[in-house]
């Protein structure tokens, strides 16, 4: 028996193949080290995001949302649902607090759940994978299977804002949050003074409205160059796909030379926890993190 | 549909406030704004260049009845669901929400702006999340792209060809997914059928409020 069980809502953006692919595996080897157990929700779906309020309105999206807490109630009873994409924790969060509170909205949620042969007892609690780290293990508890600090290594910690606001991580401020800070830093890499955050990277408006995006992606960026920082380290799988992918066309649009990699929290822990290259999903980075790739090769 | 919107009007006559307290998502809140402007200041700094009506302009126009130049604005169609005014309001108004509600609802009556990139997003999105119950994130680029047309489609796919390269290699874009191979849901159908039930559910409960205005 592992020491905590949860059920894993990975959503689309981790599955196999999908954009932030390599989250998924350094999240396995993590857990793997700390000796925690996440069971794929069976059959989950997608939540539907933030970006769908125009065309799904509101039910809708409660009952995505739904379907997959009586899918982890009924197959994965008394676990709690683990997220690692900040949109799906937000939106799943979102629905159960609805929920929750509005009689009105669950009678018809467990209506529409019918239709799918479903429905809700109790909805499970919501977390993020770095609140099971946090809140259920401890900075004490991540820090003994570290066998290689990262020593030396200097990272800005990029909050962004969906893993921080509305709900955040517990005790941290809306304006400074401090547990990625922490997290870097338990695995003995340096956190730089980064300004920029919880600055937003523009979200699913990237696609939309690029221009827009790409200038606060670019602020994001060059803030993270100026705290002396050498990468960057996310805990959401969009803040690491927006502020990887789009550096080439910020360098082409303003001239700048960026070329700065971007991390997931969890592959740092993987690779302190003497993890390899491929455990730690480096080889997904599509700017290639050449420092911790030769770190891994010791 | 811009019957539904000559309907509504008269449903509603002069009222717009209730119009939204009733119709747009977490419109009730609303009249708890203290005009106090928190909130404007808080979207990021390139998307707020974009409102020509920040979250508190909207809702003190919605207060003195400018009802169709509140539904045929843009300026909710910026919202990067960032949520920093959310935390930040005094009166602890859910201004993301309410901004999402009013656009949506504008949606609803056909007054959102025409091809309105955000809206566009919206729908692709989630037309492409529920057709399998998962996302098939090189389709939905896809249809992001070609949107404008085939010509303007092309030139932006050769723009974006080196960030989808990259992704290729790093094996973050599955190419297969393009043939309609990729992630799906084992009961598809169990969830159309949910989505359908939960649609009619929530037309007839906006239904009964106007009714009932
Ligand atoms: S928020 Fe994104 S990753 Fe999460 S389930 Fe929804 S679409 Fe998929
Ligand atoms: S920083 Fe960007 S991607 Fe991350 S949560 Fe915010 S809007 Fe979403
Ligand atoms: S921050 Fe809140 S109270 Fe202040 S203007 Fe915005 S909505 Fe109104
Ligand atoms: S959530 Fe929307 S309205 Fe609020 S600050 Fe962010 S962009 Fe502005």
Same mark, same amino acid.
């Given at each position: 028996?592992?020491?905590?069980?949860?059920a894993f809502y990975p959503g689309c953006s981790s599955q196999k193949g999908a954009?932030?692919?390599?989250?998924?595996?350094?999240?396995?080897?993590?857990?793997?080290?700390?000796?925690?157990?996440?069971?794929e929700i069976p059959d989950w779906n997608c939540c539907g995001a933030?970006?769908s309020?125009?065309e799904a309105g509101?039910l809708p999206r409660h009952a995505m949302n739904a379907r997959n807490f009586a899918l982890a109630e009924s197959n994965?009873?008394?676990?709690?649902?683990?997220?690692?994409?900040?949109?799906c924790?937000?939106g799943a969060?979102?629905s159960?607090?609805?929920?929750?509170?509005?009689?009105?909205?669950?009678?018809?949620t467990q209506e529409a759940l019918k239709e799918a042969g479903l429905n809700i007892?109790?909805?499970?609690?919501?977390?993020?994978?770095?609140?099971?780290?946090?809140?259920?293990?401890?900075?004490?508890?991540?820090?003994?299977?570290?066998?290689?600090?990262?020593?030396?290594?200097?990272?800005?910690?990029?909050?962004?804002?969906?893993?921080?606001?509305?709900?955040?991580?517990?005790?941290?401020?809306?304006?400074?949050?401090?547990?990625?800070?922490?997290?870097?830093?338990?695995?003995?890499?340096?956190?730089?003074?980064?300004?920029?955050?919880?600055?937003?990277?523009?979200?699913?408006?990237?696609?939309?409205?690029?221009?827009?995006?790409?200038?606060?992606?670019?602020?994001?960026?060059?803030?993270?160059?100026?705290?002396?920082?050498?990468?960057?380290?996310?805990?959401?799988?969009?803040?690491?796909?927006?502020?990887?992918?789009?550096?080439?066309?910020?360098?082409?649009?303003?001239?700048?030379?960026?070329?700065?990699?971007?991390?997931?929290?969890?592959?740092?822990?993987?690779?302190?926890?003497?993890?390899?290259?491929?455990?730690?999903?480096?080889?997904?980075?599509?700017?290639?993190?050449?420092?911790?790739?030769?770190?891994?090769?010791? | 549909?811009?019957?539904?919107?000559?309907?509504?009007?008269?449903?509603?006559?002069?009222?717009?406030?209730?119009?939204?307290?009733?119709?747009?998502?977490?419109?009730?809140?609303?009249? &708890?704004?203290?005009?106090?402007?928190?909130?404007?200041?808080?979207?990021?700094?390139?998307?707020?260049?974009?409102?020509?009506?920040?979250?508190?302009?909207?809702?003190?126009?919605?207060?003195?009845?400018?009802?169709?130049?509140?539904?045929?604005?843009?300026? &909710?169609?910026?919202?990067?669901?960032?949520?920093?005014?959310?935390?930040?309001?005094?009166?602890?108004?859910?201004?993301?929400?309410? &901004?999402?509600?009013?656009?949506?609802?504008?949606?609803?009556?056909?007054?959102?702006?025409? &091809?309105?990139?955000?809206?566009?997003?919206s729908q692709t999105f989630w037309n492409n999340a529920t057709k399998h119950g998962r996302v098939n994130e090189v389709q939905l680029t896809q249809s992001?792209?070609?949107?404008?047309?085939?010509?303007?489609?092309?030139?932006?796919?050769?723009?974006?060809?080196?960030?989808?390269?990259?992704?290729?290699?790093?094996?973050?874009?599955n190419?297969m997914e393009a043939l309609g191979g990729g992630h799906k849901c084992k009961d598809v159908d169990g969830i159309h059928k949910m989505l359908a039930k939960a649609k009619e559910l929530e037309?007839?409960?906006?239904?009964?409020?106007?009714?009932?205005?």
């Open positions: 028996m592992a020491r905590k069980e949860y954009s932030a692919s390599n989250y998924l595996t350094s999240v396995e080897s993590m857990c793997k080290t700390l000796d925690i157990k996440i069971t933030s970006i309020y125009a509101e994965l009873p008394g676990q709690d649902i683990v997220a690692t994409c900040a949109a924790w937000l969060r979102e159960k607090e609805r929920l929750e509170h509005n009689d009105r909205l669950m009678a018809d007892k109790t909805i499970p609690e919501i977390k993020h994978m770095v609140e099971v780290l946090i809140e259920d293990l401890g900075y004490d508890e991540l820090k003994k299977p570290v066998k290689k600090p990262l020593n030396g290594m200097k990272f800005a910690g990029y909050v962004g804002c969906q893993t921080n606001r509305p709900f955040g991580i517990h005790g941290e401020s809306f304006e400074n949050p401090v547990y990625l800070d922490k997290l870097i830093e338990t695995v003995g890499g340096e956190a730089t003074p980064y300004d920029q955050k919880v600055t937003c990277c523009g979200g699913a408006l990237a696609f939309s409205e690029p221009d827009k995006a790409q200038a606060q992606i670019k602020d994001i960026i060059e803030a993270a160059y100026d705290s002396g920082a050498e990468m960057l380290v996310t805990p959401c799988p969009l803040c690491q796909a927006n502020t990887e992918v789009y550096q080439g066309q910020i360098n082409k649009k303003y001239g700048t030379k960026f070329q700065m990699p971007v991390l997931y929290y969890s592959q740092l822990m993987t690779l302190a926890y003497g993890g390899s290259a491929k455990e730690a999903g480096l080889d997904g980075n599509v700017i290639r993190a050449r420092k911790l790739e030769e770190f891994a090769g010791k | 549909m811009s019957n539904m919107n000559e309907q509504m009007a008269a449903k509603y006559k002069n009222n717009f406030l209730k119009e939204i307290e009733e119709q747009a998502e977490m419109g009730d809140w609303v009249k &708890m704004c203290m005009q106090c402007g928190v909130c404007s200041g808080s979207c990021p700094t390139n998307f707020h260049a974009g409102w020509d009506h920040p979250p508190q302009e909207i809702f003190m126009m919605i207060r003195a009845g400018k009802r169709e130049e509140v539904l045929t604005s843009n300026s &909710m169609w910026q919202c990067t669901s960032c949520y920093n005014c959310y935390v930040r309001c005094p009166r602890k108004v859910p201004i993301t929400h309410i &901004m999402h509600g009013i656009a949506e609802y504008a949606y609803r009556l056909g007054l959102a702006p025409k &091809m309105q990139p955000s809206l566009h997003l992001l792209y070609f949107k404008d047309g085939i010509g303007a489609g092309i030139k932006k796919a050769m723009e974006m060809k080196d960030v989808a390269l990259g992704l290729v290699k790093a094996k973050r874009l190419i037309a007839k409960r906006k239904a009964g409020k106007a009714a009932g205005a």
